[in-house]
């Protein structure tokens, strides 16, 4: 007997039907904003805990006989940075989430992922909503990681860093 309630997908799965590697699922998960259970060594995320994520509707959700809402526009944007240290990729990675939670209403909320690399000094924000809502957070983030912005390490010689 199945029942599409009750389905589970594999990390795999999620991972594949959002286009992200399934790293940043797991992170989603081990970070708790991807609910799932563990069975044996590997986890599994019920359809319900799938669309919690995404925000979309049982009726809405991945599969061969859904239709997109009409009218439902959404973007996935993926923001690399250079040459941050990991205390400053915290104080973005800190506004960027805060900025994303104070959304005016749940049809403009964003789903954020952040992730730094510290041996390569860099930062990757993947954002993932409305048109708008994405585009007022990009200009932010531009915003503030102008040369300015002091969250970059400063040179003493004025001059920019080395990227050969």
Do not use: C, W
């Not at 699922?25 to 669309?51: H, P, T």
């Not at 200009?139 to 050969?164: K, M, N, R």
């Amino acid at each position: 007997m199945e029942s599409d309630e009750r389905e589970l997908y594999s990390i795999g799965e999620v991972a594949e039907r959002l286009g992200l590697h399934v790293r940043t699922v797991r992170n989603y998960v081990r970070d708790g904003k991807l609910k799932a259970v563990r069975i044996g060594k590997q986890y599994r995320i019920s359809r319900e805990d799938f669309e919690a994520l995404t925000g979309r509707t049982a009726e809405a959700a991945p599969g061969p006989a859904s239709a997109p809402a009409r009218g439902h526009l959404e973007v996935s944007s993926i923001v690399q940075i250079d040459g941050l240290t990991r205390d400053a990729a915290h104080r973005l990675s800190t506004l960027v989430t805060a900025s994303a939670q104070s959304a005016r209403s749940p049809s403009d909320s964003l789903r954020i992922q952040t992730v730094y690399d510290q041996e390569r000094a860099r930062m990757k924000i993947v954002v993932l909503g409305g048109a708008a809502t994405t585009a007022e957070l990009l200009h932010l983030i531009d915003s503030v990681t102008g040369p300015d912005s002091g969250l970059f390490p400063s040179t003493e010689s004025g001059q920019g860093a080395d990227h050969g």
